[in-house]
């Protein structure tokens, strides 16, 4: 699967088969189930899972949480736009 083929697959009521938990996260929040992608981000215990809750965090509004998160995923704080954040988690995680 490929980027194209992750975004257009929102338009589906159900996750494609076979995407990791981290994928299947982004792929709720892509559609608007942001209490669903953070119920899956807590349940991974890795850098992505990390990541991928800080992101949804920043989303949230709460900054402070987030900077936590980005800090246990080895990643910077991110300045970007949340639309351009959850673009380059999809395609880090697709490759």
């Not at 981290?22 to 953070?38: I, N, P, T």
């Not at 949480?65 to 991110?78: F, G």
């Not at 959850?86 to 995680?93: D, G, K, P, Q, Y």
């Amino acid at each position: 699967m490929n980027f194209d083929d992750f975004k257009s697959s929102l338009t589906s009521s159900t996750p494609p088969k076979a995407l990791s938990n981290s994928l299947q996260a982004m792929w709720y929040d892509g559609r608007g189930d942001w209490e669903k992608a953070h119920s899956i981000a807590q349940d991974i215990h890795n850098l992505e899972g990390s990541w991928i809750h800080a992101y949804l965090h920043r989303k949230e509004g709460d900054q402070g949480n987030a900077a936590y998160w980005y800090h246990r995923a080895n990643q910077p704080v991110c300045k970007t736009s949340l639309q351009e954040e959850w673009e380059n988690i999809v395609r880090t995680l697709i490759h």
